[in-house]
């Protein structure tokens, strides 16, 4: 298999903090530095999450323009991919980054269980976003909680709702949603296939099913995702000591299965993304 892996690394997120692991970044600089180390170690996207001083989530558009800076500096030409997530904020305050155009967001397009909480991303919130990244020409990164999410977002893109290219990320692992289980990574890799097939998709592993969904999606033609947000650990007996290298076992793992690391110039390719400025 030749096909290039996008390699995307979820550098902090709204959850872990640094009693979970001391090398998650959560101010601005760090996340510049962790991400160089990352882009180093093959990552092509950088999903992106800022925090407040007290590490709590945050959705403030001036620290995301900083951290859009910092990355453009220091890891030119990588795809930058801010969070829209519902963890950060409510309502329109959590697309408020939008306007700053990065090269792609996350995009929740139904509702879902999360541990504690229900995940909440109503039609009326969806429609907002989705009409938001049409505006400022980001393309959306759909992730996928639920079979439901998949199907949706092949129904906004058929609809001419999304910007740009098709971009589906299933996520396997978050308590009381769906499972790391080998035969529903199976049917929706095949789903894309028949509904979707110029479509392009991506899957994550929250927690020890990182490693495990990350070889899945590798050997099947797919990209992936790593990163400290979905997992803090290399092993059951060890922290991971940095995103970077979290993004090496999985370019590791592209190795095994002879799939060349995306470069961020051939994952902007694959993903139809404009050129980097």
Same mark, same amino acid.
């Given at each position: 298999?030749?096909?290039?892996?996008?390699?995307?690394?979820?550098?902090?997120?709204?959850?872990?903090?640094?009693?979970?692991?001391?090398?998650?970044?959560?101010?601005?600089?760090?996340?510049?530095?962790?991400?160089?180390?990352?882009?180093?170690?093959?990552?092509?996207?950088?999903?992106?999450?800022?925090?407040?001083?007290?590490?709590?989530?945050?959705?403030?558009?001036?620290?995301?323009?900083?951290?859009?800076?910092?990355?453009?500096?220091?890891?030119?030409?990588?795809?930058?991919?801010?969070?829209?997530?519902?963890?950060?904020?409510?309502?329109?305050?959590?697309?408020? =980054?939008?306007?700053? #155009? *990065? %090269?792609?967001?996350?995009?929740?397009? @139904?509702?879902?269980?999360?541990?504690?909480? $229900?995940? +909440?991303?109503?039609?009326?919130?969806?429609?907002?976003?989705?009409?938001?990244?049409?505006?400022?020409?980001?393309?959306?990164?759909?992730?996928?909680?639920?079979?439901?999410?998949?199907?949706?977002?092949?129904?906004?893109?058929?609809?001419?709702?999304?910007?740009?290219?098709?971009?589906?990320?299933?996520?396997?692992?978050?308590?009381?949603?769906?499972?790391?289980?080998?035969?529903?990574?199976?049917?929706?890799?095949?789903? =894309?296939?028949?509904? #979707? *097939? %110029?479509?392009?998709?991506?899957?994550? @592993?929250?927690?020890?099913?990182?490693?495990? $969904?990350? +070889?899945?999606?590798?050997?099947?033609?797919?990209?992936?995702?790593?990163?400290?947000?979905?997992?803090?650990?290399?092993?059951?007996?060890?922290?991971?000591?940095?995103?970077?290298?979290?993004?090496?076992?999985?370019?590791?793992?592209?190795?095994?299965?002879?799939?060349?690391?995306?470069?961020?110039?051939?994952?902007?390719?694959?993903?139809?993304?404009?050129?980097?400025?």
């Amino acid at each position: 298999m030749t096909k290039p892996c996008i390699l995307c690394c979820a550098i902090t997120g709204s959850v872990p903090t640094k009693a979970d692991n001391p090398a998650v970044p959560t101010t601005v600089s760090e996340q510049i530095e962790s991400s160089h180390a990352a882009v180093e170690a093959g990552a092509s996207i950088i999903h992106a999450h800022v925090r407040n001083d007290d590490e709590t989530p945050s959705s403030d558009p001036e620290k995301f323009a900083l951290l859009k800076e910092g990355l453009e500096k220091h890891c030119p030409g990588v795809i930058i991919q801010f969070s829209t997530g519902g963890r950060s904020g409510a309502g329109k305050t959590r697309g408020g =980054m939008l306007s700053l #155009a *990065p %090269d792609m967001a996350s995009l929740s397009v @139904g509702s879902n269980n999360f541990p504690s909480r $229900v995940y +909440e991303n109503p039609p009326d919130l969806v429609d907002w976003l989705t009409s938001e990244m049409r505006t400022h020409k980001v393309v959306p990164e759909v992730e996928a909680f639920d079979l439901s999410h998949i199907l949706q977002a092949i129904r906004l893109h058929e609809n001419d709702r999304l910007y740009g290219k098709l971009y589906v990320q299933f996520v396997l692992g978050v308590k009381n949603a769906m499972p790391v289980d080998r035969a529903v990574f199976d049917f929706y890799v095949q789903l =894309m296939q028949d509904r #979707a *097939p %110029d479509g392009e998709w991506c899957a994550a @592993g929250i927690g020890a099913g990182q490693m495990i $969904v990350n +070889e899945w999606a590798i050997a099947a033609g797919g990209h992936t995702r790593a990163g400290l947000e979905d997992n803090v650990r290399l092993d059951r007996n060890s922290l991971a000591p940095s995103n970077a290298a979290l993004i090496a076992r999985a370019a590791e793992l592209c190795e095994k299965y002879e799939r060349p690391v995306a470069t961020p110039a051939q994952a902007r390719g694959i993903l139809g993304l404009r050129p980097a400025a």
